[in-house]
């Protein structure tokens, strides 16, 4: 996380508009509404987090990044950790979004299990084309969800999601 924590102080000029527009086709196809309550795995700066207007929390594992979401964000609550070991109960949140985060994980299928696991129902997970576990993270979100839609933008996969049961 070193690199992050690095680029922390320029990510948003780097990278939010991008975020930006992933966010607003995830917003096509999932309903938000002030009640829901939503996790953040891979929030970065907090962009993503902010961007809807519902109970979020935010979660990523560069101490740079998160600290820079508190103090840009701070009626929201954003917490430095791992998300191949989320710090919440089952079905905790209404939707899980993760946007561009699960190729930077040491383990991509602890990590979208554990999106399963504290999703209710819904999830938005964006990965980067060209990442080297592009196949590992199809593999691991096609094992536990159910794919509503596949969004093949140019640099990144955009999935919409729904939670299938464990057999």
């Not at 070193?2 to 999932?30: S, T």
Request: some cysteine; overall charge negative; hydrophobic content about 40%.
């Amino acid at each position: 996380m070193a690199y992050y924590d690095d680029l922390a102080k320029g990510y948003n000029e780097l990278h939010r508009a991008e975020q930006e527009k992933k966010l607003r086709i995830i917003a096509e196809h999932i309903s938000i509404t002030p009640y829901t309550t939503l996790l953040d795995v891979g929030c970065d700066t907090g962009i993503s987090t902010a961007f809807w207007k519902c109970h979020a929390i935010g979660i990523d594992q560069s101490h740079g990044l998160i600290e820079i979401a508190r103090d840009t964000y701070s009626g929201i609550h954003f917490i430095e950790g791992k998300a191949e070991s989320l710090p919440f109960g089952d079905d905790a949140f209404d939707v899980v979004i993760s946007v561009t985060a699960l190729q930077n994980v040491e383990d991509v299928q602890q990590a979208v299990a554990e999106i399963h696991r504290v999703a209710v129902q819904d999830a938005a997970i964006t990965f980067l084309r060209k990442s080297g576990k592009r196949e590992a993270i199809d593999a691991a979100i096609g094992s536990l969800f159910a794919i509503r839609h596949r969004i093949e933008e140019e640099k990144d996969i955009i999935c919409i999601c729904e939670k299938k049961p464990l057999a």
